[in-house]
């Protein structure tokens, strides 16, 4: 069940190992599938909230995946304004 938490992590370990090296791309790629994750995970969540059934910390969980999700698009964002920065040759 949490093998999509896990390829994301390591998606984002494997980035910022690779940064040094690649770049900031593998960075924003990384955070566009937590971004995604958090997305996929918050629409079930108010569905429940939203249109029932009742489901238990429903209100918790959608202000936590919502935070997590800002959190992402942020990181994204701020990874491909840096390989804006970079530029070509370095």
Known sequence: MAFDELAVAAALAAAAWTAPRWGAAPLAAAWGAFSGLMLALL??????????????????????????????????????????ERGPGG
């Open 43 to 84: 629409v079930p969540t108010l569905d429940h909230l939203l249109f029932g059934p009742p489901k238990e910390s429903a209100v918790f969980y959608a202000v936590a995946l919502s935070a997590m999700l800002a959190l992402g698009v942020w990181a994204t964002l701020r990874a491909l304004l840096l390989t804006r």
